[in-house]
């Protein structure tokens, strides 16, 4: 299995340790670094260069999509799945836009994060189906 760097960034210390705690367990991913604001994220992802940024959309100082921007702006080769705690089909598509990789909802964290992680490393996309339903259901509109 290929080596996976990951960052991850939001602003509720339970989140960082408790997404951690998951991707630490996997064998040759490593959790390079944690960031409680958007800023902070930047600054680490810039210094740290991981193959993975977990963003809050909700960060203080600035937010998720403006933290992808400017990761994805300095470091084109990170993958970015944005996490957020509600559904809205204009977040998820204005994290898509962004730039973001993959979009999780944090309710869907326990069954989908290693899955976002490892699909988005390989190149892929990922939508959790909640996602995807939300996503179709705006575009069909």
Not at 76 to 81: A, C, F
Not at 117 to 127: S, T
Request: glycine share 8%.
């Amino acid at each position: 299995m290929k080596k996976i760097r990951i960052l991850i960034a939001d602003d509720h210390g339970l989140v960082r340790r408790g997404a951690g705690s998951v991707l630490r367990s996997r064998h040759g991913w490593r959790v390079v670094g944690e960031a409680a604001n958007g800023r902070e994220a930047v600054e680490r992802a810039i210094k740290l260069k991981p193959d993975v940024a977990i963003l809050d959309v909700g960060m203080p100082e600035l937010d998720g999509l403006e933290a992808t921007r400017q990761i994805l702006e300095a470091i084109p080769d990170t993958k970015v799945l944005v996490l957020k705690m509600h559904e809205s089909d204009q977040m998820v598509r204005r994290a898509l836009e962004t730039g973001a990789h993959g979009y999780l909802l944090k309710s869907d964290l326990t069954e989908c994060l290693v899955k976002a992680v490892k699909d988005i490393a390989a190149g892929k996309r990922f939508l959790t189906p909640k996602v995807s339903e939300i996503v179709l259901d705006g575009f069909l509109r």
